[in-house]
C-alpha cells in the first residue's frame, strides 16, 4: 500500500493556504464538470483525467485520491462528484486542521 506524502500537502498549504487549496480544488472540480454544460467537453473528460489527478497529487501526494480522481473523471455521468474538494476536507480532518485547540 502506497502511503500519502505528507510533505506535499504541507508544501501546498505553505505555498498556497488553506482557502488557495481549497479555491484550486474548486476549480479543478468545476473544469471537470464542463461537460455537463457543453455537451462536447464529454470528450475532453479522457484528455483531463489525467491532469486532474496529477493536480490533486501535487497538492495532496494521496496516491489512492488521485487514481480515484482519475478513474471519476475519465468515466461517463460521474463528473458531478466533487473530488478534488472531497480530498480536501478528507485531508484537513486527517491532519486535524480544523480542530479547536481550546481546552474546555
Keep these: 500500500k502506497k502511503e500519502a506524502?505528507?510533505?506535499?500537502?504541507t508544501q501546498?498549504?505553505?505555498?498556497?493556504?488553506?482557502?488557495?487549496?481549497f479555491v484550486i480544488c474548486?476549480?479543478?472540480d468545476l473544469i471537470g464538470s464542463l461537460s455537463y454544460i457543453f455537451p462536447l467537453f464529454e470528450l475532453t473528460d479522457i484528455a483531463w483525467a489525467p491532469i486532474s489527478a496529477a493536480l490533486t497529487y501535487q497538492l495532496f501526494g494521496n496516491a489512492f485520491g488521485s487514481l480515484?480522481?482519475?478513474?471519476e473523471e475519465a468515466l461517463?455521468?460521474?463528473?458531478?462528484?466533487?473530488?478534488?474538494?472531497?480530498?480536501?476536507?478528507?485531508?484537513?480532518?486527517?491532519?486535524?486542521?480544523?480542530r479547536s485547540h481550546k481546552k474546555d
Design 5 to 9: 506524502k505528507p510533505e506535499n500537502f
Design 12 to 21: 501546498s498549504r505553505q505555498r498556497f493556504g488553506l482557502i488557495g487549496i
Design 26 to 28: 474548486v476549480i479543478i
Design 68 to 71: 480515484f480522481n482519475l478513474i
Design 76 to 98: 461517463p455521468v460521474t463528473d458531478l462528484i466533487p473530488t478534488a474538494t472531497i480530498m480536501f476536507f478528507y485531508t484537513c480532518y486527517q491532519r486535524g486542521v480544523f
